[in-house]
């Protein structure tokens, strides 16, 4: 409990979870007094050293009373964490500055309701979150846990800390959960400006050239896999003809190539900044864009899958 006790983190038991439920048992569930606690013990002993100098009847039933008041809260505290299980779920993807998402769902199978349950993550570096939710009897729920990134490649969510003070927060009663979540950092994307490299820069040695174009209205064609969903004629789809994607004629449309070597910037993450920018942009623009890195080459494509890997290839390199 910070402020109060050290780091207990490193020393204490932690359950684990994979694509399989962790269990908070017995033997991984601990409890402490809270400062409330300690104020409402403090309390009770000068309630029972008066009683005892005074010779107060009523203060010996009073002091008794609220002693067996925080043993009975004491056993719902430790009873409202124990026995829950927690699943790790899903991270999505986002760019280095964003806030990494972690999902965790928490299920009750014991038939009691669970209030006022915390999660916090772990984590030593950046902000972290702590979140408060209720559940059901027989029911579960999801939590979201955000972190802030700082660098691009894996993020892992690691050690979470499940505990709560219900009832009368008079004791902290607290679990560690070990999780293999881990969320992709994209490198973050330089600010719009520089163009994508054109065709008179690359033709004659890294761009290739499409036999169709933007200009005139061809004709459709059944689609194909690859194909970007902005050519798709969603009209004919939405008549139940079928799945077609409009062809063009006129001035061919040019497939760059984002290289590393010709890709301005002092120094890796300059360079990967200003592809990752260079990526969204050939992606928001339909195009079918090539990838080459030290070591690595993606050919050129223009669907969802493709830059998808292009931005993990840049996240990874």
Same mark, same amino acid.
């Given at each position: 409990?910070? !402020?109060?006790?050290?780091?207990?983190?490193? /020393? +204490?038991?932690?359950?684990?979870?994979?694509?399989?439920?962790?269990? &908070?048992?017995?033997?991984?569930?601990?409890?402490?007094?809270?400062?409330?606690? /300690?104020?409402?013990?403090?309390?009770?002993? $000068?309630?029972?050293?008066?009683?005892?100098?005074?010779?107060?009847? *009523? !203060?010996?039933?009073?002091?008794?009373?609220?002693? $067996?008041?925080?043993?009975?809260? *004491?056993?719902?505290?430790?009873?409202?964490?124990?026995? +829950?299980?927690?699943?790790?779920?899903?991270?999505?993807?986002?760019?280095?500055?964003?806030?990494?998402?972690?999902?965790?769902?928490?299920?009750?199978?014991?038939?009691?309701?669970?209030?006022?349950?915390?999660?916090?993550?772990?984590?030593?570096?950046?902000?972290?979150?702590? #979140?408060?939710?209720?559940?059901?009897?027989?029911?579960?729920?999801?939590?979201?846990?955000?972190?802030?990134?700082?660098?691009? @490649?894996?993020?892992?969510? @690691?050690?979470?800390? #499940?505990?709560?003070?219900?009832? +009368?927060?008079?004791?902290?009663?607290?679990?560690?959960?070990?999780?293999? &979540?881990?969320?992709?950092?994209?490198?973050?994307?330089? %600010?719009? @400006?520089?163009?994508?490299?054109?065709?008179?820069?690359?033709?004659?040695?890294?761009?290739?050239?499409?036999?169709?174009?933007?200009?005139?209205?061809? @004709?459709?064609?059944?689609?194909?896999?690859?194909? %970007? *969903?902005?050519?798709?004629?969603?009209?004919? %789809?939405?008549?139940?003809?079928?799945?077609?994607?409009?062809? /063009?004629?006129?001035?061919?449309?040019?497939?760059?190539? &984002?290289?590393?070597?010709?890709?301005?910037?002092?120094?890796?993450?300059?360079?990967?900044?200003?592809?990752?920018?260079?990526?969204?942009?050939?992606?928001?623009?339909?195009?079918?864009?090539?990838?080459?890195?030290?070591?690595?080459?993606?050919?050129?494509?223009?669907?969802?899958?493709?830059?998808?890997?292009?931005?993990?290839?840049?996240?990874?390199?």
């Amino acid at each position: 409990m910070a !402020g109060v006790f050290p780091d207990w983190s490193k /020393f +204490l038991r932690s359950t684990q979870t994979s694509q399989s439920s962790a269990v &908070l048992d017995r033997r991984h569930v601990y409890i402490v007094p809270s400062r409330t606690g /300690f104020v409402f013990a403090l309390m009770i002993g $000068g309630m029972l050293i008066g009683s005892i100098n005074y010779s107060l009847n *009523m !203060g010996y039933v009073l002091a008794f009373w609220l002693m $067996g008041l925080g043993i009975v809260a *004491m056993l719902h505290t430790w009873h409202n964490l124990a026995h +829950l299980h927690i699943s790790a779920s899903k991270a999505p993807a986002v760019f280095a500055g964003e806030q990494a998402r972690f999902s965790l769902i928490l299920t009750e199978n014991s038939g009691r309701e669970r209030n006022a349950i915390g999660l916090k993550t772990n984590q030593k570096t950046g902000a972290t979150t702590t #979140v408060y939710s209720d559940i059901d009897a027989y029911d579960s729920t999801e939590i979201i846990l955000g972190t802030d990134s700082k660098q691009r @490649g894996w993020l892992t969510l @690691g050690k979470v800390s #499940v505990f709560t003070r219900f009832p +009368l927060g008079l004791f902290h009663t607290w679990g560690y959960v070990e999780t293999d &979540l881990r969320c992709l950092i994209y490198p973050r994307p330089a %600010s719009p @400006g520089l163009p994508i490299p054109t065709a008179i820069q690359q033709f004659h040695t890294q761009g290739s050239q499409t036999t169709h174009g933007d200009e005139d209205f061809s @004709g459709l064609r059944h689609y194909r896999m690859g194909d %970007s *969903m902005r050519r798709v004629d969603w009209k004919a %789809s939405a008549r139940e003809q079928g799945l077609y994607t409009k062809e /063009f004629e006129g001035q061919g449309q040019f497939s760059p190539w &984002l290289d590393w070597e010709t890709t301005p910037g002092k120094d890796t993450e300059h360079k990967l900044s200003q592809l990752t920018r260079w990526v969204l942009d050939a992606h928001a623009a339909g195009l079918a864009f090539g990838l080459r890195l030290p070591g690595y080459t993606l050919s050129p494509a223009a669907d969802e899958a493709h830059f998808r890997v292009a931005l993990k290839t840049l996240a990874l390199f």
